[in-house]
């Protein structure tokens, strides 16, 4: 059966603004199936809390900040987390402060499914801070890419790359505990500058400038703290930003690019397609995924 690029009615949990999913029906019995995965641009309120879930799940909190429940409370997390739960394993996420905040997620099934998250060291720690996030939302794009394929090779593909996905999760170094907060407060501060100023920012040398921060060190701060360049988290401010003008049925797609700083609509189209999937005319007209 081939795989649908939007979620079933009552799939998709309050408050998320927009989302690109793949959904497969794959039998209970291969020994590692995909049912679904996703990226989800949550709002401010999104907030899940799952005793148990009849499914395993892997998520990666890609951008944002968060909380994530560990032992029964709710701790701070930042973005790159790793969040794991599923059958009789308990696990939670939610947004805090201003975002924006996205996040990957996978939910699979399988007879061989807890033992791939046993051998990956995942089942018992739960919680993961990978140094390098960035190379495992790669895995998850390439999931989600896998809507493009035949039927006939999305089962098999997407049980290898989630088998990658999980073994790359577990072989991660993870960050060092040590990180201070006066390191994570310079990021916190750049972070909400770009949120304050995406609009009017010729790049993001500007915004280190402001915030009195060298270039490598402001890019090293992304890297760390949201798992992506401070030009990726510029491009999906702006292309969040458009996608929310281009709602409006009065705004053209040309002016949506301008207002968020394209004057090229071309270039503007080839990112906001890297950032939601489709392109702006499409989104406009009701193809957004």
């Keep these: 059966m081939p795989a649908r ?16 999913y793949i959904f497969l029906d794959v039998p209970a019995n291969r020994p590692l199936a995909l049912v679904c995965a996703g990226y989800e641009q949550c709002g401010k309120e999104f907030s899940v809390d799952r005793p148990s879930f009849r499914w395993h799940a892997v998520e990666l909190l890609e951008s944002g900040a968060w909380e ?62 990978p140094a390098n996030p960035g190379s495992i939302a790669e895995l998850y794009e390439q999931l989600l890419s896998c809507a493009k394929l035949s039927p006939r090779q999305q089962g098999k593909v997407t049980a290898a790359l989630l088998e990658a996905l999980l073994v790359r999760i577990g072989a991660e170094p993870e960050t060092q505990p040590g990180l201070t907060a006066r390191r994570l407060g310079v990021f916190d ?53 458009a996608a929310r003008l281009l709602q409006h049925p009065d705004l053209s797609v040309k002016a949506a690019g301008r207002a968020v700083g394209f004057e090229d609509p071309y270039h503007f189209s080839r990112v906001f397609k890297q950032i939601h999937g489709v392109p702006p005319r499409d989104f406009k007209r009701g193809g957004a995924r």
């Excluded at 009789?88 to 061989?112: C, E, I, L, M, Q």
């Design 5 to 20: 690029p939007t979620p079933p009615p009552g799939f998709v949990a309050p408050h998320i603004g927009h989302g690109r």
């Design 68 to 129: 994530v429940l560990r032992g029964g409370r709710w701790a701070p997390a930042s973005a790159g987390t790793v969040v794991v739960y599923g059958p009789s394993r308990p696990g939670g996420v939610r947004a805090t402060g201003n975002g924006p905040h996205g996040k990957y997620f996978a939910d699979f099934r399988g007879t061989a499914a807890a033992k791939k998250l046993q051998g990956a060291g995942l089942y018992q720690k739960r919680v993961r801070h």
């Design 189 to 241: 501060r750049c972070r909400e500058y770009l949120v304050a100023h995406y609009a009017t920012l010729r790049g993001p040398g500007d915004a280190a400038r402001a915030c009195r921060v060298g270039p490598e060190y402001f890019s090293r701060l992304f890297r760390e703290h949201a798992g992506q360049t401070p030009s990726q988290f510029l491009a999906r401010l702006r292309m969040q930003h």
